[in-house]
Structures are given as structure tokens and as C-alpha cells.
């Protein structure tokens, strides 16, 4: 089978992407074409994958990228079995050639509901965005496959489509126990996704021995404090990290940030890096949006802080320095918890079988139901 898959607006490693489908579909043995933005990115490709570089869209400078995404999309579409996109910009006004194939738009996030979490958009356009937004995904489904990466998004489309949660891969062995020294957060950076809040907690354990480690981008109206708290000695931050070394410097930490804002987006969507900090034996900190605590608190691998309450984060984070069996324990039962229900190659199993079967290559693949202990997000 050859997929073409295409993004303009992720980071041509981005972890859902890359790490977790490309993965899966190489080694199930299909050919890839991956349309990125690597230049602009600084990103080298894999061998082997077959590359095609775009442009990358990034906040108001869109349309040049989706231009030339349009152009590589169109001359790929006949020699594609399935071509997968993963920006919803992409749809509006995609070539007609492409669209004769067999489309599959994998859905990242409530597009809608994330409006109020992007400082590019403006505030008084966002209302008239949200019904337009709306109708071009009813467009896309009377059109297109979807895959959707949350149970939660389910309501916002007519049809049933196969859901393939953005999960994690987990070691055989458990990882080592926690340090008493370092709190980690890996993704990207923004005001709605607790970035300000990490600093200022930063601010208020740094000279009592914990230093906060921040591996991601970050949009560009909080880097100028990002910048300043590390000049003055508060935190590291490290820049985008491909995920797979991202989470490497994060094993061992003795907690893993998720301080995710109240945003509509976040109430109904899984958040993987809570996951991730579980699978590599890191206890977590987490803002109280129900899919997290809806993890956290049945498996005990962490501790629920209010929105927006650096001095609760930091009284956890001094909490969990000073108690080496409480964060051995949370570390353990995360571990134990994210291989038992989280690991991706079941995940990936049941994609690569659904791609299949939209190809034209398999019967209707028979897939597994989540296990019965599985989290209602």
C-alpha cells in the first residue's frame, strides 16, 4: 500500500505522526510519502520514508503553504493508495484529483472549540469561525474517511468513525525510580497549556534545589519569558525535542507537568503527555480537566492541582522531593497502568488494519474493543 501522508502545520516529527503511524505503517511494510515542512523545521528525514518539502503555516502565513501543499498533493494523488492529512486547513479547496482518491483526514483536536486557545486568531473573528469550521468538517465527512484521535469527538460528527487514541509506547521493563531534583513538561508551549503558570512555579522552587525542565516549542508571545527565566537561572527549556529523545530526558524526573488551562478543547481530550510521564515512570502533576483525572486518580500515579495555582504546584512538587516512597509508588502504578492500557502497539495494529481496509487491501477489520477498565474521556 502507499499512503501519502501530509502536514503543513505540525512539526514534520510530530509524535502522533512520525513516531506512532509512520512507524506503523513501515513496519507493517507500505511505502510512504511524507509532505512536510523539514526545511523550515531544521528536520532531517528518515531513509526510509519518501520525502516532499512544503512550506510550514504558522500563524497568520497560511495560505503560501497550503498553495504549495495543493500543488505536491495533486502530482502524488494518482500513485497513492490513501492519502492522510492532518491539518483541516488542507481541506478547504483541496484539488480535485486528490480529493477522486481515497482521503482520510485524521482529527487531531476539537478545531472549534481550540479557536479560544489560538493567540493568532483574532477574538472578534472567532465567533463567525466556530459555525464555518463546523461546516467545512460535515463537509469532509459526506466526502472523506475521518479518523478520530478521541472518543470525545464522536458527538461532533453524523457518522460512527473509528477512533485510534493518540497513545504511547511503553517499555517491557519498568524504568528507574524517580529523582528527588528535576519536574518536566514535554509538548508545546503555550498560555492555554500552562506555560506561564510553570514559570511562575519555577520562580518559587528553583532556589530550594527542584529545577523545571521544559522540552517543546513555544508560540511567540511567551518566548521573550521563557528566554528571561532561563537567563535567570529558574528553569531550563530546551526547544523542540523530537518526542522519542524528549521523553528520554524526561525518565527519571519525580514529576511530569500537565497544567492545562479550562479550555473547551481540553475538557473532552485525552491528554497523551499524561500518559507518556506514566509510561516512563514519572508521577504526575495535573490541572483538573476530567480526562486527566480521569487517568491520574483511579491508577494513584499523581496528584490533581487547581487551575492556574503555581503555590499548589510547587507544595506538591516540594511534597514529592521530600517523600522518595510516595513518588517510587505513583511512578510504579503509572508504569503499571500505562502498559496495561495504553501502549501503542495495540493502537497501531488497528490503525494500519483500517488504512488497509479503506485501501481496498482487507475485509472490514475486526477491531478489538478498548479494554473494559479503559477511561470514559
Keep these: 500500500m502507499r499512503v501519502c501522508v501530509c502536514t503543513v502545520v505540525h512539526h514534520p516529527e510530530d509524535a502522533r505522526i512520525l513516531h506512532r503511524q509512520i512507524r506503523a505503517l513501515l513496519d507493517a511494510g507500505h511505502e510512504i510519502t511524507y509532505i512536510a515542512p523539514f526545511r523550515a523545521c531544521n528536520v532531517t528525514p528518515w531513509r526510509e520514508i519518501t520525502p516532499v518539502d512544503v512550506p510550514r503555516a ?30 483541516p486547513e488542507l481541506l478547504v479547496s483541496l484539488p480535485r484529483s486528490v480529493r477522486s482518491r481515497t482521503v482520510v483526514w485524521d ?38 474517511r475521518l479518523l478520530l484521535a478521541e472518543e470525545g469527538y464522536r458527538d461532533r460528527f453524523r ?85 522519542d529523545r524528549a521523553l528520554r530526558i524526561a525518565e527519571g524526573a519525580m514529576a511530569g507537568l500537565a497544567l492545562l488551562h479550562d479550555e ?41 492541582v487547581p487551575f492556574g495555582d503555581p503555590d499548589a504546584v510547587a507544595a506538591v512538587l516540594r511534597r514529592l522531593r521530600d517523600d522518595p516512597a510516595l513518588r517510587h509508588d505513583m511512578g510504579k502504578r503509572g508504569y503499571e497502568t500505562a502498559r496495561a492500557r495504553f501502549h501503542w502497539p495495540v493502537q497501531a495494529e488497528r490503525f494500519v488494519a483500517q488504512l488497509e481496509h479503506w485501501a481496498g487491501r482487507t475485509p472490514v477489520p475486526a477491531l478489538r474493543p478498548a479494554p473494559s477498565d479503559a477511561p470514559v474521556l
Aim: charged fraction near 25%; charge should be positive.
Design 58 to 87: 504558522t500563524g497568520r502565513n497560511r495560505l503560501k503553504a497550503l498553495r504549495a501543499a495543493h500543488r505536491v498533493l495533486a502530482e502524488h494523488a494518482p500513485y497513492a493508495d490513501v492519502i492522510l492529512l492532518h491539518d
Design 107 to 144: 482529527v487531531h483536536e476539537d478545531t472549534a472549540a481550540a479557536l479560544s486557545a489560538k493567540g493568532w486568531v483574532p477574538a472578534p473573528a472567532r465567533p463567525f469561525l466556530r459555525p464555518a469550521v463546523r461546516r467545512l468538517e460535515a463537509r469532509a465527512e459526506r466526502r472523506h
Design 264 to 304: 473547551p478543547n481540553y475538557r473532552h481530550s485525552m491528554p497523551t503527555k499524561v500518559i507518556e510521564y506514566m509510561a516512563r515512570g514519572v508521577p504526575v502533576v495535573t490541572t483538573p480537566n476530567p480526562p486527566a483525572v480521569g487517568i491520574v486518580e483511579p491508577a494513584g500515579s499523581g496528584v490533581v
Design 159 to 243: 457518522e460512527d468513525h473509528p477512533v485510534v487514541p493518540n497513545t504511547t509506547y511503553v517499555a517491557d521493563a519498568p524504568p528507574g525510580p524517580p529523582d528527588g531534583v528535576r519536574a518536566v513538561y514535554v509538548g508545546h508551549l503555550s498560555v492555554a497549556r500552562g506555560a506561564l503558570d510553570m514559570i511562575e512555579t519555577a520562580r518559587r522552587v528553583a532556589a530550594e534545589g527542584i529545577m523545571i525542565e521544559l522540552i517543546g516549542a513555544a508560540d511567540i508571545e511567551i518566548r521573550p519569558a521563557l528566554r528571561d527565566a532561563q537567563r535567570e537561572g529558574l528553569l531550563r527549556w530546551y526547544g523542540f525535542v523530537p518526542n
